[in-house]
């Protein structure tokens, strides 16, 4: 499953995540190319609704990146989106999908090289997992896997 | 408010798997404000039920709707158009009450997706505490406010029992002995005197004695 190219929804706080990545742009520093990033106004904004969505309409993996606990702009923001995220992790467990699919990670808008390595590591991990049970290439790696068991 | 909490998705998605089509009911009132049955839990609820029966390759077809409250025949009817043929079940996001009346209304199969826990009230963001028994004859004012019957764990209207530990009950020392909260109480209002009153039996015959209990209101009935 190397050839695997998991889709990764990256959900990113303005002030932080989504500078830093502007950061790592302008640094030109290399980080794969399976984020999808939706900006958010402060972590504190995730809605497990829409993390369910994302992994309803095909994410392989989703994370949400906030500023560094403390420095949140709205004060508890990020705070609140931890909490959220292992309630939503619960919830991939239960359905069956799996809450290592998802993620929080906390970062400075300074952090431009560690924007690019949470998406190395994120794609790393969702890329070990293999793809999402709702993900097509699931039942092709299941199938293929059972027929190799068979010879 | 009635609190209540939502099952575990496998349960309820066990007690819909012969479904292909069903109609997930939210509720407005308590359990909006408990954040256990309202919109959002309805989108959620859908949206896991839907995954785990994609994962199985039984996908499941959902529809969401919230109504204002379901225990009241008046926004039941707004249920009504969205009670299809193709509907092989409802699940209902409310309390006891709220299923009930679905159920009552449509010859459907409703499922509850809910389990109703008590009536009480918001301690802090998240955390809910139980607070009245329902007995159906209110004697608040005579404990300064503090509920004996659900708050302490025997119930007892002369109390504290001898379990009374620090001002803790016997059965688990994070609950507070109602009693001893009575007493603090009273004291503080300077209204110990009242305590020293006997309670009579309680007349129980007006809570769950006589099965199920009704009130009626005539001046505002329209029948």
Known sequence: MSDFQPKIVAFCCYYCAYSAADLAGSMRLQYPPNIRMVELPCSGKTDIRVVLEAFENGADGVYVAGCLEGDCHFLKGNIMAKRRIKQAKKLLDEIGIGGDRLEMFNLSGSMGPRFAEVAEEMTEQIRKLGPSPLNPAYKEKKETASKEEAQ | ?223
């Open chain 2, 1 to 223: 408010m009635i609190v209540a909490e939502g099952k575990p998705i496998a349960e309820v998605a066990k007690l819909i798997e012969d479904a292909n089509k069903v109609l997930v009911v939210g509720c407005g009132g308590c359990v909006t404000v408990c954040l256990a049955g309202g919109e959002k839990e309805v989108g959620i609820l859908a949206s896991a039920l839907r995954m785990l029966r994609k994962k199985e390759d039984k996908p499941l077809e959902t529809v969401e709707i919230t109504i204002s409250r379901q225990c009241d025949p008046e926004y039941m009817e707004q249920l009504e158009k969205y009670i299809t043929d193709d509907i092989d079940a409802v699940v209902s996001m409310a309390c006891g009450v709220g299923v009930q009346f679905v159920a009552e209304r449509f010859n459907k199969w409703v499922v509850p997706a809910l389990d109703t826990k008590f009536a009480g009230g918001a301690l802090e963001h998240g955390v809910w505490g139980e607070r009245c028994g329902l007995c159906g004859e209110c004697i608040l004012y005579k404990t300064g406010g503090i509920c004996p019957i659900i708050r302490c764990s025997k119930s007892i209207l002369n109390g504290p029992c001898g379990g009374s530990q620090d001002g803790k009950c016997e059965i688990d020392t994070e609950v507070d002995c109602a009693w001893q909260l009575i007493y603090d109480r009273m004291k503080t209002l300077g209204k110990l005197d009242k305590l020293l009153e006997i309670e009579p039996i309680k007349d129980w015959s007006k809570s769950r004695d006589g099965g199920p209990r009704k009130v009626v209101k005539e001046d505002v009935m329209i029948k």
